[in-house]
């Protein structure tokens, strides 16, 4: 399956695309620069595999939660080349790639993503291996207060594996005094941020069972629905 993955929900910014076997990757750090920098990474890949979007099955596009301009500027390029090659697309969510990371890197089967969604609140879920090996969300995705999230994972089947779940993500890093405990490694996590590479192991499955969407149906997946905004004085 010839698939080419981007996103942009994060301070990374990455694209993916596998073509006849072979993988192509870009992958940069690069807060508010993705707008600039996703299209020319989406041609440098094509061109090193010496491919057209027309010769593609499909797109994949990181969804969220993160970023809001972030995860507007992916899916948004996703829409654009899918229009012109008439391709489907497979969202991915942000915080399931970061817990494929953790596995395919580092072989973890448990993991807690955790990412800073500022306004003192993390997006986060609790993800488990399939027989697929392929990381499944155990509870829908959310965000809450740091201090809210054990409660949050508390109560479930969850609770006497919590403390061998691996963290990744910055909401680790963010709210450290009020989440270390809930993680198996110490200290800030290697993984922070999503990769496009790992979308394209998540959305194959995916394409498989026909879970694609046009472009025109392509949406973001924010988490928080409402953002409130603090008036300043004497505004």
Known sequence: MNLLALDASTEACSVALTFNGELHTRYELCPQSHSQLLLPMVDQVLKAANCQLTQLDGLVFGQGPGSFTGVRIGIGVAQGLAFAANLPLVGVSTLQAMAQLAYEKQG??????????????????????????????????????????????????????????????TGWQAYESKLSSLKSNQGEPDILFPHAEVMLTIAKTKFIKGETVTAEQAQPVYVRDTVSWKKLPGR
Do not use: W
Not at 143 to 149: F, G, K
């Open 108 to 169: 973890q089967t448990q993991v807690i993503s955790a990412i800073d969604a500022r306004m003192s609140e993390v997006y986060n879920c609790f993800y488990q291996l399939d027989s697929n090996n392929i990381m499944q969300a155990v509870l829908p995705e959310t965000v809450l207060a740091p201090e809210l999230l054990a409660d949050h994972l508390a109560g479930s089947f969850i609770e006497k594996n919590i403390a061998t779940a691996y963290g990744v993500g």
